[in-house]
């Protein structure tokens, strides 16, 4: 089963293995998240980066604030 989390990750239901370029097995989990935002500092397995971040304001967004601005 595949589920997809609106702004987060990739949810593989399985049994699940991934294998590296290397070679790598990763399969020690029934259900794996794949990073789907590129922030993941294991990737391409998620670490939960996503969470608490908000994407860079796209050019001409109507109303987009700065992300430096506290609302």
């Known amino acids: 089963m595949v589920r ?3 702004g987060g990750p990739i949810l593989l ?3 699940v293995e991934v294998a590296y370029d290397g070679g790598t097995v990763y399969s020690d989990r029934f259900v794996v998240a794949i990073c789907a935002c ?5 990737y391409p397995l998620c670490d939960t980066s996503h969470r608490g971040r ?3 304001a796209r050019r001409g967004d109507a109303g987009a604030s700065s992300p430096c601005r506290e609302s």
């Open 4 to 6: 997809i989390v609106p």
């Open 13 to 15: 239901a399985g049994p």
């Open 38 to 42: 590129r922030r993941s500092r294991i």
């Open 54 to 56: 908000r994407p860079p």
